[in-house]
């Protein structure tokens, strides 16, 4: 049993080749999507360790989410676009397997992110007080080891070994070097299936259905404390003397956590709507890789949809920081000093170049 899940990935031109015009279309939206990719998410990686305030826990997780879709949009992208552009496989053998490996073990690597990140907001959320005990940094070195180290035994090692593929679609590789086709058998298209998307996206679903029955608890319990405080301070009619300090001492911190629960909230609405995008993009992609590995011949698929998935998932690279900026203003208001500090030089230089004139 054969999955093809990139057909196009021939030596072979295709006699019925694409308009000019196409080819630049296509070569103008790829280029978009690699390039906004690389810059967005390296913008993310530098406002993050220029702006202390955005240094948490959390940050981790998305700064390092931040490098493995750079390593996408450098490695796997670039690829997938020349393909796509020239209609065939022009950098070997051995290359193959790399571009292979790559793909794989990059969306395994962000989706496992995603799944840590969707551990760390139910701490936070639901089990507050257990955070900082559970929460440590040695914890998330040893989760953030694991997210980088264990999808090599689904990515690399099977497809170097050789493992992923079947026998006769071996024998094609090595009787056809120049040729590069992602066949992968039954076992191998279920097991990756399940490690790289489904498993982890249960349990990103489960950990959000709780923070959201959460949420919406401490959202009552917020409304229900300020309406009691609202009351409260009406009757009191303002009349506090300088020795009547403590009721509003106490007012003061109920203020701070509630700020605090609020700011945890925000935190977990813009990641939850990170996971659910990721979740989107990939989700019509894997269930069509699986659905073919499972009824075989028949569920037959046009080259061009397969592309078309494939792009989908890969535009989610280019996603993360436009959400980051559209729902966390902490991030859009380190974007905007990042780019100023970046861009405000070269105005500044130019200015001074058009006054020497």
Not at 65 to 92: H, K, Q, T, Y
Not at 226 to 254: C, T, V, W
Request: net charge positive; hydrophobic share 50%.
């Amino acid at each position: 049993m054969e999955v093809n899940v990139s057909a196009s990935n021939s030596s072979v031109l295709d006699p019925a080749a694409p308009p000019g015009y196409m080819v630049v279309l296509k070569a103008i939206s790829l280029s978009t999507i690699i390039v906004m990719a690389v810059l967005g998410n390296l913008l993310v990686v530098v406002s993050v360790y220029r702006y202390r305030k955005l240094r948490n826990i959390t940050n981790c997780f998305v700064v390092s989410l931040a490098i493995a879709d750079v390593l996408v949009s450098l490695i796997a992208m670039p690829f997938n676009a020349s393909v796509e552009l020239s209609g065939r496989w022009m950098f070997g053998y051995a290359m193959c397997d790399v571009w292979n490996s790559v793909d794989v073990y990059a969306s395994t690597v962000s989706i496992i992110h995603l799944c840590c990140i969707s551990i760390d907001r139910y701490y936070a959320i639901v089990k507050p007080l257990n955070y900082p005990l559970v929460i440590t940094e040695r914890v998330v070195v040893m989760m953030l080891t694991f997210v980088w180290v264990f999808p090599v035994s689904i990515s690399f090692v099977p497809i170097f070994l050789g493992w992923y593929t079947t026998a006769e679609h071996q024998i094609f590789r090595d009787e056809n070097p120049h040729t590069c086709k992602f066949v992968v058998n039954r076992p191998y298209a279920v097991i990756s299936s399940s490690i790289s998307f489904w498993i982890p996206s249960t349990i990103m679903c489960v950990m959000y259905y709780f923070v959201y029955q959460e949420a919406i608890r401490q959202a009552k319990f917020l409304y229900k404390n300020a309406s009691a405080a609202s009351r409260s301070q009406i009757a009191m009619n303002g009349a506090i003397s300088p020795s009547r300090k403590g009721p509003l001492e106490g007012e003061d911190r109920a203020g701070e956590t509630a700020q605090k629960i609020r700011h945890e909230h925000k935190a977990a609405r813009t990641l939850g709507i990170i996971m659910g995008v990721f979740i989107l993009c990939w989700l019509p992609f894997f269930t069509w890789y699986i659905t073919v590995s499972l009824c075989r011949e028949a569920c037959p698929c046009p080259d061009v949809v397969v592309v078309v998935l494939f792009w989908i998932g890969y535009l989610n690279s280019c996603l993360n920081p436009l959400i980051y900026a559209y729902f966390n203003r902490d991030f859009r208001d380190a974007f905007r000093q990042t780019l100023q500090c970046v861009f405000e030089p070269c105005c500044a230089k130019a200015a001074a170049e058009r006054s020497s004139v």
